[in-house]
């Protein structure tokens, strides 16, 4: 089974921003909704953010509007997660994921595979 691949985690201060990348070979990502997932310490994964195929329709968990912006380059087969203004509590290993016919919804997601082994973000000064 095709696994998807997250990069671009790190150390940042509060308030710094990171880009997220998310990519697969052998699949095409825009025939698919993608989701950006996180699961800090003790606690269960969450859904962030997804992208439809074509682009119409955005989630995003009200924990996160306005400071993350997901998007995609499909020339460069990849999705991302622009996230800015980080906080301490954005602190989470970030998995990306695909889907046909799933979505997030506010505390719930279903119906995505495909999962990459996930990047770190860690937020601390």
């Known amino acids: 089974q095709v696994q998807l691949v997250e990069s671009g985690g790190g150390l940042v201060q509060p308030g710094g921003s990171l880009r997220l990348s998310c990519t697969a070979s052998?699949?095409?990502?825009?025939?698919?909704?993608i989701g950006w997932f996180r699961q800090a310490p003790g606690k269960e994964r969450e859904g962030v953010s997804c992208?439809?195929?074509?682009?119409?329709?955005?989630f995003y968990a009200d924990s996160v509007k306005g400071r993350f912006t997901i998007s995609r380059d499909n020339a460069k087969n990849t999705v991302y997660l622009q996230m800015d203004s980080l906080k301490p509590e954005d602190t989470a290993v970030y998995y990306c994921a695909k889907t046909s016919t799933g979505w997030i919804t506010s505390g719930n997601y279903y119906g995505f595979g495909s999962w990459g082994q996930g990047t770190q973000v860690t937020v601390s000064s």
């Open positions: 052998g699949l095409t990502l825009e025939y698919y909704t």
């Open positions: 992208i439809n195929s074509g682009d119409t329709s955005i």
